[in-house]
């Protein structure tokens, strides 16, 4: 039996913690069961602050894999986050707008993604509108009466109206929440965060070189690959061989903001960071990217972009959402911009180069996977078994076909 060991770094996302995840998880790995002809077993959570862990046995007819998934938890961290109180969130929230802009990492987004400057301007120009508009209540209030303080009282109504509506419903707390954090980050870092990867980083090394896993595999989505590229580097400050000798390590950056923050000027520890485990030539780096997704930036070169050596350029995958799902449910869901974000880490319907559970707990490497231009599709049979031959490389498989137990 084949062993992999999955750390998976999630977005910022709040979402509920410990059951949640786990079930999100079963209910999408159904999905891969159907369209890969295969069999999955997921065991039950065990869950600790730093991370949520369960068990993914995948069978297929010649093959059997166990998975050994880690979700790294920083739900606690967003959760304080979205508790502070709406007087200090929207100026918090108002003052990381005015730095990104002044500070030029708005024109470096137009540059390098201009769809990802539109998800980054649509909370604060809907916050805007909707301000706006609160006032627009207290000036005809005026107009109708000539009280300044009906003109007021309306405003202010219109103003609790928008915090009790719109504020909610377009999720803009959660999206100023998000820019808060990631100035945050880029200014001074996360203590909390911190010590978490610190542990995190030593369990990872403690297993590179004990564990019985054929593959280790880093998965950053969203702004957690900005995280898992800091959990990396601090696995390597302590490993300076991760990955060399024993197990190999595959990173790979789905829907990432990764530029994001090394946009930023003052992101300089940040680039650093990425510089110091792009450099690692014993740790692959895989970058997957998608039009459809204004939340991820397409057609990038993360390491050309934030203008470091293009020599340890990420290996750049260009995949399709749309081609991921059956074509009904992706008409209802392509207006949905997070939830196709998150078809980055969610099943397919159909097979595709990209499929997130084949990459976490399929019997082809991570690394295959990714340089392969189809991925796993021509080492899959229809039957869900692995075609001997299928590539040439001997590490394409993390086990030879028909060693299921």
């Known amino acids: 039996m084949a062993k992999r060991l999955v750390f998976h770094v999630g977005g910022y996302d709040p979402i509920t913690p410990s059951a949640s995840p786990q079930r999100r998880f079963v209910r999408e790995i159904e999905r891969f069961q159907r369209t890969w002809s295969v069999e999955a077993i997921v065991d039950d959570l065990r869950d600790s602050a730093d991370q949520s862990r369960w068990n993914v046995t995948t069978t297929g007819p010649n093959w059997q894999v166990e998975t050994d998934y880690h979700l790294v938890r920083w739900d606690d961290v967003i959760d304080r986050f979205s508790r502070r109180s709406i007087a200090s969130r929207i100026p918090l929230g108002l003052l990381a707008f005015l730095e990104f802009v002044s500070a030029g990492t708005l024109w470096r987004y137009l540059q390098s993604n201009w769809r990802y400057a539109f998800f980054f301007l649509y909370p604060f120009v809907m916050f805007g509108v909707l301000t706006a508009a609160a006032v627009l209540i207290g000036v005809l209030a005026f107009r109708i009466t000539s009280s300044i303080p009906v003109a007021i009282g309306g405003g202010l109504f219109g103003f609790a109206a928008v915090l009790a509506g719109p504020w909610r419903w377009l999720n803009l707390g959660n999206l100023f929440d998000d820019w808060i954090f990631s100035r945050e980050y880029i200014r001074r870092g996360n203590s909390e965060i911190e010590q978490r990867l610190d542990r995190l980083a030593a369990e990872l090394v403690n297993a590179a070189n004990n564990s019985a896993a054929d593959e280790i595999l880093v ?54 960071t990425v510089e110091r485990v792009a450099k690692s030539r014993a740790i692959f780096w895989g970058d997957y990217q998608a039009l459809v997704d204004p939340l991820n930036f397409y057609k990038s070169r993360p390491m050309g972009d934030m203008g470091l050596s293009i020599e340890n350029e990420a290996t750049v995958r260009v995949v399709k959402l749309s081609r991921m799902l059956d074509h009904e449910i992706y008409q209802r869901i392509r207006f949905n911009f997070f939830r196709l974000h ?13 499929d997130y559970f084949m990459l976490t707990c399929g019997p082809v490497s991570a690394k295959s996977q990714t340089l392969a231009p189809d991925g796993a599709l021509s080492m899959i049979g229809d039957d869900g078994a692995c075609i001997v031959g299928a590539r040439p490389a001997e590490n394409t498989l993390l086990t030879s076909p028909g060693a299921a137990a």
């Open 342 to 354: 998150c078809q980055f880490v969610s099943g397919n319907d159909r097979r595709t180069s990209y």
């Open 219 to 272: 998965i950053g989505h969203s702004l957690g690959a900005v995280l898992a590229v800091d959990l990396l580097d601090r696995a390597l400050k302590l490993d300076p061989a991760l990955g060399r000798d024993k197990i190999p390590v595959t990173f790979l950056s789905v829907g990432s903001s990764i530029l994001k923050i090394g946009l930023h000027p003052k992101a300089i520890r940040f680039r650093t």
